[in-house]
């Protein structure tokens, strides 16, 4: 039975670190897709608007 527990924890932890390293995969994946439209843009950087003021200002990494 401490067997069973045990192998059941081991497959818990293995899924929450595969899901952990899909989504971190998929921002990664994300982030070089923008920055390979940059390079086609030949773009200086990203414009974010600012919440409170409303000007537009490059993206902060």
């Known amino acids: 039975m401490p067997q069973l527990i045990f192998f059941a924890l ?3 932890a293995a899924f929450y670190g595969y899901r952990s ?9 994300e982030r ?3 920055a390979e439209k940059e390079v ?3 773009a200086q950087g990203t414009l974010v608007q ?3 003021t409303g000007e ?5 990494d």
Do not use: H, I, T, W
């Not at 390293?21 to 994946?29: H, M, P, T």
């Not at 537009?56 to 902060?60: C, D, E, N």
């Open 50 to 52: 600012d919440p409170e």
């Open 21 to 29: 390293f899909k989504k971190e995969a998929q921002r990664v994946s």
């Open 40 to 42: 086609q843009n030949r």
């Open 56 to 60: 537009y200002r490059l993206r902060k």
């Open 32 to 34: 070089v897709r923008e």
């Open 10 to 12: 081991v497959g818990c």
